[in-house]
Every structure is written in structure tokens, then in C-alpha cells.
């Protein structure tokens, strides 16, 4: 069984960065699309940043330049780097899998595997 935990949040001021890290275990991650979602308070969860065997794929026009995804297959580990934060970053960051061999899609119902979501905080 795939288990998801998501590190790295914290408060942070405009314009500056965090990594976010999102380690899996029990299953290696060859086999899954990792994507990142966020929730802010009041909103739906929305996708940010998706990685597969085929590439990346970017759900939201707002981070366009700011974010990246990356994986680490040796660490069994995703992570999103995060520059020129701005307060609307502000959310709940989460990591999710969709079943096995599955691409990445943008809509949270097609993720099967999640983790438990780090604070994100962006605020002077």
C-alpha cells in the first residue's frame, strides 16, 4: 500500500521560497504520477504540479514560472520548489497518486493516495 507524507511547509515571506518535499513508502514510485494539490480556506482543491514517466504537467496558470516539480526515484521522494511566493500561495499543500500506470490529471477524484498536507504560509 502506498503511503504519501508531505514535509517542508512553514510561513514564509512574499517573495521568497520553500521546497516541499513528499516522501512515499510502501510501494516505489516508478510505478505512480505524483501530482501536488492546494487548498486555501473556503476554496476547492485545485492541482498545481503533476510529475509521471512522462513528463511534468502544470494545472495552474498562476505558478507558471514560480513553481517546479522534480522526483527523486533513489529517495522514493517528489518535491515542489516554490519561488516568488506570494499570499495567495497561502494554502494546504497536499501530494496524491492516482492508481498505478495512471498519467497525471488535473482533478483531485482521479487520486487514489494522499497525504496528510503541510501549511503553507505566505505573509510579512
Known amino acids: 500500500q502506498l503511503q504519501l507524507a508531505e514535509s517542508g511547509g512553514g510561513l514564509v515571506q512574499p517573495g521568497g521560497s520553500l521546497r516541499l518535499s513528499c516522501a512515499a513508502s510502501g510501494v516505489s514510485l516508478d510505478y505512480y504520477a505524483i501530482g501536488w494539490f492546494r487548498q486555501a480556506p473556503g476554496k476547492e482543491r485545485e492541482g498545481v504540479l503533476c510529475?509521471?514517466?512522462?513528463?511534468?504537467?502544470n494545472f495552474g496558470d498562476g505558478v507558471k514560472g514560480r513553481f517546479t516539480i522534480s522526483r527523486d526515484n533513489a529517495k522514493n521522494t517528489v518535491y515542489l520548489q516554490m519561488n516568488s511566493l506570494k499570499p495567495e500561495d497561502t494554502a494546504v499543500y497536499y501530494c496524491a497518486a492516482p492508481p498505478a500506470y495512471h498519467y497525471c490529471s488535473g482533478f483531485h477524484g482521479d487520486y487514489d493516495y494522499w497525504g496528510q498536507g503541510t501549511q503553507v504560509t505566505v505573509s510579512s
Open positions: 510529475i509521471s514517466g512522462g513528463g511534468t504537467a
